[in-house]
């Protein structure tokens, strides 16, 4: 299930919400994915450790 999330698009170059999902990237940390609403350019959001 995608969750909104605010991020920055680099091809826009603003702040826009995208809804995405959350992964685990190859390193370890967490992060939001998804697209663009307006470009269609991959976004991406990195997020605070897991809560225990």
Do not use: S
Request: charged residues 35%; aromatic residues 6%; glycine residues 12%.
């Amino acid at each position: 299930m995608a969750e909104k999330y605010e991020g920055y698009c680099v091809k826009c170059r603003e702040k826009r919400e995208f809804q995405g999902e959350e992964v685990e990237l190859a390193n370890g940390r967490r992060a939001a994915q998804g697209t663009c609403p307006v470009c269609g350019t991959k976004m991406n959001r990195m997020l605070g450790k897991k809560q225990e």
